[in-house]
Protein backbone atom coordinates (compact mmCIF):
# COMPACT_ATOMS: atom_id res chain seq x y z
CA UNK A 1 0.00 0.00 0.00
CA UNK A 2 1.60 3.26 -0.85
CA UNK A 3 1.46 6.35 1.50
CA UNK A 4 -1.15 8.17 -0.65
CA UNK A 5 -3.53 4.80 -0.23
CA UNK A 6 -2.26 4.83 3.37
CA UNK A 7 -4.10 8.25 4.03
CA UNK A 8 -6.85 7.69 2.07
CA UNK A 9 -7.50 4.57 4.06
CA UNK A 10 -7.33 6.36 7.37
CA UNK A 11 -9.25 8.81 5.87
CA UNK A 12 -11.98 6.75 5.05
CA UNK A 13 -12.10 4.80 8.52
CA UNK A 14 -12.11 8.14 10.77
CA UNK A 15 -15.11 9.31 8.54
CA UNK A 16 -16.44 5.95 9.62
CA UNK A 17 -15.82 6.00 12.60
CA UNK A 18 -17.52 9.62 12.92
CA UNK A 19 -20.39 8.81 11.04
CA UNK A 20 -20.71 5.87 13.95
CA UNK A 21 -20.38 8.08 16.48
CA UNK A 22 -23.04 10.55 14.91
CA UNK A 23 -25.44 7.45 14.34
CA UNK A 24 -24.92 6.36 18.27
CA UNK A 25 -26.55 9.41 19.69
CA UNK A 26 -29.56 8.38 17.09
CA UNK A 27 -31.46 6.33 19.72
CA UNK A 28 -31.73 8.56 22.90
CA UNK A 29 -33.44 7.28 26.46
CA UNK A 30 -34.98 10.72 26.49
CA UNK A 31 -34.62 13.69 24.21
CA UNK A 32 -32.48 14.93 26.89
CA UNK A 33 -30.47 11.75 27.98
CA UNK A 34 -28.20 9.89 25.83
CA UNK A 35 -27.22 7.43 28.35
CA UNK A 36 -26.68 6.62 32.16
CA UNK A 37 -23.35 5.62 33.57
CA UNK A 38 -24.27 3.32 36.74
CA UNK A 39 -21.58 1.22 38.89
CA UNK A 40 -22.20 -2.59 38.32
CA UNK A 41 -19.86 -4.24 40.86
CA UNK A 42 -16.07 -2.63 40.46
CA UNK A 43 -17.40 -1.58 36.93
CA UNK A 44 -18.47 1.63 34.86
CA UNK A 45 -21.03 0.66 32.75
CA UNK A 46 -22.58 3.01 30.26
CA UNK A 47 -26.56 2.31 29.92
CA UNK A 48 -28.18 2.99 26.88
CA UNK A 49 -30.20 1.99 24.32
CA UNK A 50 -29.66 -0.44 21.03
CA UNK A 51 -28.61 1.72 18.41
CA UNK A 52 -29.41 -0.46 15.51
CA UNK A 53 -33.12 0.12 14.56
CA UNK A 54 -33.76 -3.17 13.14
CA UNK A 55 -32.91 -4.66 16.65
CA UNK A 56 -35.64 -7.06 18.00
CA UNK A 57 -36.68 -8.03 21.31
CA UNK A 58 -34.34 -11.15 23.28
CA UNK A 59 -35.77 -14.49 22.35
CA UNK A 60 -36.32 -15.07 25.88
CA UNK A 61 -38.77 -12.38 26.01
CA UNK A 62 -40.58 -13.01 23.14
CA UNK A 63 -43.04 -15.52 24.31
CA UNK A 64 -46.51 -13.89 24.74
CA UNK A 65 -48.41 -17.10 26.19
CA UNK A 66 -46.87 -18.43 29.43
CA UNK A 67 -48.76 -21.24 31.60
CA UNK A 68 -50.45 -19.02 34.35
CA UNK A 69 -50.11 -20.00 37.22
CA UNK A 70 -47.18 -19.35 37.76
CA UNK A 71 -46.80 -16.69 35.05
CA UNK A 72 -50.28 -14.75 35.66
CA UNK A 73 -50.11 -10.85 34.70
CA UNK A 74 -49.63 -9.00 37.76
CA UNK A 75 -51.70 -6.00 38.63
CA UNK A 76 -50.30 -2.68 38.46
CA UNK A 77 -50.41 -1.75 42.28
CA UNK A 78 -48.93 -4.50 44.41
CA UNK A 79 -49.70 -3.35 47.89
CA UNK A 80 -51.24 0.29 49.38
CA UNK A 81 -47.77 2.47 49.94
CA UNK A 82 -45.53 0.79 47.24
CA UNK A 83 -44.64 2.76 44.57
CA UNK A 84 -45.12 1.19 41.55
CA UNK A 85 -42.31 3.07 38.34
CA UNK A 86 -41.11 2.44 35.17
CA UNK A 87 -37.85 2.51 33.67
CA UNK A 88 -36.87 6.73 34.38
CA UNK A 89 -37.54 6.12 37.66
CA UNK A 90 -35.19 3.28 37.95
CA UNK A 91 -32.69 4.72 35.44
CA UNK A 92 -32.46 7.76 38.31
CA UNK A 93 -32.20 5.67 41.18
CA UNK A 94 -29.17 3.50 39.82
CA UNK A 95 -27.83 7.07 38.71
CA UNK A 96 -28.21 7.88 42.52
CA UNK A 97 -26.81 4.82 43.82
CA UNK A 98 -23.61 5.23 41.48
CA UNK A 99 -23.23 8.60 43.24
CA UNK A 100 -22.54 7.62 46.77
CA UNK A 101 -26.20 7.33 47.64
CA UNK A 102 -26.10 4.20 49.70
CA UNK A 103 -29.84 4.64 50.99
CA UNK A 104 -30.71 2.96 48.05
CA UNK A 105 -30.83 -0.89 46.50
CA UNK A 106 -31.94 -2.24 43.46
CA UNK A 107 -32.93 -5.92 43.69
CA UNK A 108 -33.11 -8.40 40.98
CA UNK A 109 -35.89 -10.80 43.01
CA UNK A 110 -35.05 -13.61 40.17
CA UNK A 111 -33.38 -16.88 40.45
CA UNK A 112 -29.80 -17.18 39.52
CA UNK A 113 -30.32 -19.21 36.51
CA UNK A 114 -32.76 -16.19 35.37
CA UNK A 115 -29.81 -13.79 36.51
CA UNK A 116 -27.33 -15.39 34.69
CA UNK A 117 -29.03 -14.42 31.57
CA UNK A 118 -28.74 -10.81 31.97
CA UNK A 119 -29.89 -8.10 34.61
CA UNK A 120 -30.08 -4.37 34.99
CA UNK A 121 -26.15 -2.95 35.53
CA UNK A 122 -26.10 -1.79 39.33
CA UNK A 123 -28.67 -4.36 40.39
CA UNK A 124 -27.97 -6.65 43.59
CA UNK A 125 -29.32 -10.34 43.18
CA UNK A 126 -31.23 -11.64 45.56
CA UNK A 127 -33.80 -14.58 44.96
CA UNK A 128 -37.22 -14.41 45.81
CA UNK A 129 -36.83 -17.95 47.89
CA UNK A 130 -33.96 -16.26 50.21
CA UNK A 131 -36.68 -14.42 51.45
CA UNK A 132 -39.14 -17.06 51.49
CA UNK A 133 -40.15 -19.51 54.41
CA UNK A 134 -42.03 -21.54 52.50
CA UNK A 135 -38.88 -22.00 50.03
CA UNK A 136 -36.77 -23.05 52.97
CA UNK A 137 -35.54 -19.42 54.20
CA UNK A 138 -34.55 -19.77 57.53
CA UNK A 139 -35.15 -16.67 60.11
CA UNK A 140 -31.30 -16.77 60.48
CA UNK A 141 -30.22 -16.00 56.50
CA UNK A 142 -33.60 -13.74 56.06
CA UNK A 143 -32.12 -11.92 59.41
CA UNK A 144 -28.84 -11.28 57.91
CA UNK A 145 -30.48 -10.21 54.53
CA UNK A 146 -32.38 -7.80 56.44
CA UNK A 147 -29.32 -6.20 58.30
CA UNK A 148 -26.95 -6.69 55.84
CA UNK A 149 -27.97 -5.85 52.48
CA UNK A 150 -31.07 -3.64 53.38
CA UNK A 151 -29.67 -2.02 56.76
CA UNK A 152 -32.43 -2.77 59.13
CA UNK A 153 -31.77 -3.23 62.53
CA UNK A 154 -32.99 -6.27 65.24
CA UNK A 155 -33.49 -4.71 68.36
CA UNK A 156 -33.92 -7.42 70.81
CA UNK A 157 -36.25 -9.44 68.57
CA UNK A 158 -37.63 -6.18 67.12
CA UNK A 159 -36.84 -4.78 63.79
CA UNK A 160 -36.04 -1.31 62.93
CA UNK A 161 -36.71 0.00 59.65
CA UNK A 162 -36.13 3.81 60.08
CA UNK A 163 -32.98 3.57 58.14
CA UNK A 164 -33.36 0.89 56.00
CA UNK A 165 -32.75 0.95 52.25
CA UNK A 166 -35.18 2.19 49.92
CA UNK A 167 -35.92 -0.96 47.68
CA UNK A 168 -36.33 -1.02 44.15
CA UNK A 169 -37.53 -4.45 43.29
CA UNK A 170 -37.69 -6.35 39.75
CA UNK A 171 -37.87 -9.27 37.68
CA UNK A 172 -39.05 -10.62 34.41
CA UNK A 173 -41.82 -8.56 33.83
CA UNK A 174 -45.54 -7.96 34.47
CA UNK A 175 -46.21 -11.77 34.49
CA UNK A 176 -43.63 -12.91 37.03
CA UNK A 177 -44.56 -12.90 40.59
CA UNK A 178 -40.94 -13.01 42.08
CA UNK A 179 -40.36 -9.18 42.93
CA UNK A 180 -44.52 -9.45 43.95
CA UNK A 181 -43.36 -12.13 46.07
CA UNK A 182 -40.40 -10.37 47.84
CA UNK A 183 -41.90 -7.92 48.46
CA UNK A 184 -44.88 -10.00 50.06
CA UNK A 185 -42.28 -11.19 52.57
CA UNK A 186 -41.04 -7.71 53.15
CA UNK A 187 -44.62 -6.29 54.32
CA UNK A 188 -44.97 -9.42 56.56
CA UNK A 189 -41.55 -8.91 58.00
CA UNK A 190 -42.52 -5.21 58.78
CA UNK A 191 -40.76 -3.29 56.25
CA UNK A 192 -42.24 -0.08 55.70
CA UNK A 193 -44.44 -0.13 52.36
CA UNK A 194 -43.04 3.34 51.64
CA UNK A 195 -39.97 2.23 51.28
CA UNK A 196 -40.35 -0.47 48.18
CA UNK A 197 -40.34 0.85 45.01
CA UNK A 198 -41.54 -1.91 42.31
CA UNK A 199 -40.25 -1.89 38.80
CA UNK A 200 -43.67 -3.61 37.26
CA UNK A 201 -42.37 -3.85 33.78
CA UNK A 202 -38.82 -5.56 34.94
CA UNK A 203 -36.57 -7.30 32.25
CA UNK A 204 -39.58 -8.17 29.64
CA UNK A 205 -39.97 -4.27 29.10
CA UNK A 206 -35.91 -3.43 29.89
CA UNK A 207 -35.27 -5.78 26.87
CA UNK A 208 -37.93 -4.54 24.81
CA UNK A 209 -36.50 -0.80 24.82
CA UNK A 210 -33.03 -2.15 24.07
CA UNK A 211 -31.58 -1.43 27.27
CA UNK A 212 -27.91 -2.48 28.08
CA UNK A 213 -28.23 -5.45 30.55
CA UNK A 214 -24.78 -6.68 32.14
CA UNK A 215 -23.85 -10.36 33.49
CA UNK A 216 -24.73 -10.54 37.26
CA UNK A 217 -21.46 -8.77 39.07
CA UNK A 218 -19.03 -9.80 41.60
CA UNK A 219 -19.96 -9.22 44.97
Not at 25 to 34: C, W
Not at 73 to 100: C, N
Amino acid sequence: MTSRNFVTFVSTALLGLSALSLQAAEVNITPEIESVTVRHGEAQVNVMRNQNQKNTVNPAFAITSRKCPPFCIQPSTLAPGVETIAELEVLDYLKRMSEGDDTILVVDSRTPDWVAKGTIPGAINIPWTSLNPSKGADPISIGEILEERFNARNLEGLWDFRNARVLVMFCNGMWCGQSPNNIANLLGFGYPAHKIKWYRGGMQNWEILGLTTAKPAQE
